[in-house]
């Protein structure tokens, strides 16, 4: 890592200017903007008619929209850990909320300070606690992210969240900024302010008279329709709650006058299955499209505005393609691969498959529009042909059985890279590959 910084210095000061030079190559600032529990297919610009996101809709439309991103691992801290390290989950050895990411792990915005950035964050929910992601940055939550020094933000809402970045954009700096915000509303227990808490239809009283959402999460309890679509009108008006904080954030950067020099990014770390499969509620329990297919949009100079990218991204591909839109060397400890050269069209064309797992052990594949996923809870196998049947209504694993084994034997090599004892990661728990063994996919 340390010598990395220094690589990063010499970069920054080589891309700088020694003193005495005529001329300064210009750096841009990066925004990232995550939020924590968006499903992709609630925003109006990834499909939603009844969606009411105007900013992140008017986002997508200034930029590029990534049509396919698959997180590694459907929990906030290990998702958001894979993709400021770029490294699978079972390479960081991060399976939870509670784990913690090591300090010899490379982040972004430790290679971007070590680049020259001035890199500020402000994370809401469990990010709070930092677990790792404060790393790198300068400000974090307002303060110096020192050993036992991270300020208890706790669980605020958007506004909240947008009022602590105001003075990001304010006055004049020579070094470039990073910028990270966490948004956490979406999350359970869905209560969004007024007007909000109506906008769709929902009724967070009478919501809140019938049902426990810790009772929900444990699945003590059934919805019927109306609380069902109560509560997932809740969850939009956290959407839309979250939507208008982001706009206030982004009139901020343009009345700044930084827009021109700023790219924009939107992303989350996870979804939210809400009935889809198993009468469940919730994320981190099982492999589908629900809980694992998030939104990432890409907005700023020289990216071409209204575009749709097709294919298959990872999460932990977004870090790489940021650096190489700002020209920031990558580390080689970053597993990912930027798909920067597929946002002027064309496609982003994978030769290997994306995985996907939990910390039950549970593990998905998908590559060309198939799917498979081994659910170790319900202990079965499902296949699903995803561009014939995108809401995985239609088991195939015992139909197409030469697709079956194909990516069976896919998820048999990754399982069996991972657990090795010559690569296996310091961090994978012993727990973590009895559960692999009971499925089969290590000796």
Not at 209 to 228: H, N, T, W, Y
Not at 300 to 318: K, N, T, Y
Not at 356 to 384: C, I, P, Y
């Amino acid at each position: 890592m340390k010598r990395f910084r220094i690589a990063c210095a010499l970069c920054a000061l080589i891309a700088c200017g020694f003193p005495g030079c005529a001329s300064e190559k210009l750096r841009y600032n990066l925004l990232l903007v995550t939020i924590d529990t968006l499903r992709a297919d609630r925003l109006g610009c990834y499909g939603n008619r009844g969606a009411s996101t105007p900013s992140i809709d008017r986002l997508a439309r200034s930029g590029v929209m990534i049509s396919n991103v698959t997180t590694q691992i459907p929990a906030t801290i290990p998702s958001l850990a894979s993709l400021f390290s770029s490294r699978l989950p079972h390479d960081s050895g991060l399976y939870g909320n509670r784990d913690h990411l090591a300090s010899e792990e490379t982040t972004l915005a430790e290679v971007l300070a070590g680049a020259g950035y001035r890199t500020m964050a402000v994370a809401y929910g469990v990010p709070s606690q930092g677990r790792g992601l404060e790393q790198g940055f300068h400000q974090y939550n307002g303060a110096s992210p020192e050993p036992g020094n991270l300020p208890s933000v706790g669980f605020g809402t958007a506004d909240e969240v947008s009022g602590r970045v105001e003075d990001w954009f304010s006055g004049e700096t020579e070094e470039p900024f990073f910028g990270w915000i966490h948004f956490w509303d979406p999350h359970q227990d869905y209560s969004p302010p007024p007007p909000y808490d109506s906008m769709h239809g929902g009724s967070s009283d009478g919501l809140s008279s019938m049902v426990q959402f810790s009772d929900v999460f444990r699945r003590e309890i059934e919805l019927g329709p109306e609380e069902l679509a109560s509560s997932l009108a809740l969850y939009d008006g956290e959407i839309s709650f979250v939507d208008r904080e982001i706009g206030k954030v982004l009139a901020r950067l343009e009345q700044s006058g930084l827009t021109e020099r700023t790219i924009v990014v939107l992303a989350a770390d996870h979804g939210e299955d809400f009935y889809e499969h198993h009468r469940y509620i919730g994320h981190g329990r099982f492999l589908y499209e629900a809980g694992l297919h998030v939104p990432t949009i890409l907005s700023g100079p020289h990216i071409p505005a209204g575009s749709v990218v097709e294919g298959d991204a990872r999460l932990i591909d977004l870090a790489p393609t940021l650096l190489k839109l700002l020209d920031v060397p990558m580390p080689d400890s970053f597993e990912g691969r930027s798909f920067a050269g597929s946002l002027a069209g064309g496609g982003i064309e994978r030769s290997l498959p994306t995985f996907s797992l939990l910390e039950d052990g549970s593990m998905m594949t998908r590559r060309d529009g198939w799917k498979l996923a081994v659910h170790r809870q319900t202990s079965t196998m499902e296949l699903f042909d995803l561009m014939a049947d995108p809401g995985e209504r239609k088991n195939l694993a015992d139909d197409a059985t030469a697709k079956r084994q194909e990516m069976e034997e896919s998820l048999r090599s990754w399982a069996k890279a991972f657990s090795d004892e010559a690569t296996r990661p310091r961090n994978l728990p012993s727990e973590f590959e009895k559960r692999l063994r009971a499925l089969g996919y290590i000796d």
